[in-house]
């Protein structure tokens, strides 16, 4: 087993260097660790990180020990997600270090098995503030939703839901309609375009509402 200081910079970030130095500060001067790197875009957890992933595949392999980071957000920023880890990471028994979160390392002093009570207590703690959090962005998002001329739109004025379909491909479902080919062959045959002007298949339930005049 290793232990390993991941580091995750934004492409705003120049210095992925500084965070290696103050996590050292809080690392036994013995240790020897692997240094990974994923650098994203800011505030985006659901990009691909090619570094991160293979922690993941290490920890579940039992070949980690120790994760040091600079920052719990460079993990996650989704708190819920941030909890899956933690709890991954309790499971295999790796202990995870941060420099800009020192208290936790008293409950990596705690002896056992009073440090899993206290870990188990934080990741209640964690789950119940990731709910709390995604409650107030939904209700964000809904207090920003505005109406204007029967359209629903956001509150910078972008319309929201799905794009209707162009007249002509209304046209042409109705058309196949009237010849009288089946909801399931419609949906084959008439195609449209996305956001991308990439071509793609309606589906039935789009044809039934056309049909129905929805």
Known sequence: M???????TSTEEQNPENQIKDIQTIMPESI?????KDQQSAYKDNVDRQSFKQIIKQI???????????????LYRNRLKLKEFFALCKMYKVKVHSFRQTWYE?????PEPFNEIMIDLMLNLMGWLGEDESKKKSERI???????????????????????????TKDRILALHQEGKTIRRIAELVKTTDSNNHMKSISKSVVHKVIKGF
């Open 2 to 8: 290793k232990p390993i200081i991941y580091i995750r």
């Open 32 to 36: 020897v660790a692997t240094i990974l």
């Open 60 to 74: 579940k392999l039992s070949e980690v020990s120790d994760i040091y980071v600079w920052d719990w957000d460079r």
């Open 106 to 110: 008293d409950l990596n002093k705690i």
């Open 142 to 168: 809904k207090a920003s939703i505005r109406k204007k001329d029967g359209k629903t739109i956001s509150y910078k004025g972008n319309r929201w839901g799905r794009k209707s379909l162009p007249k002509q």
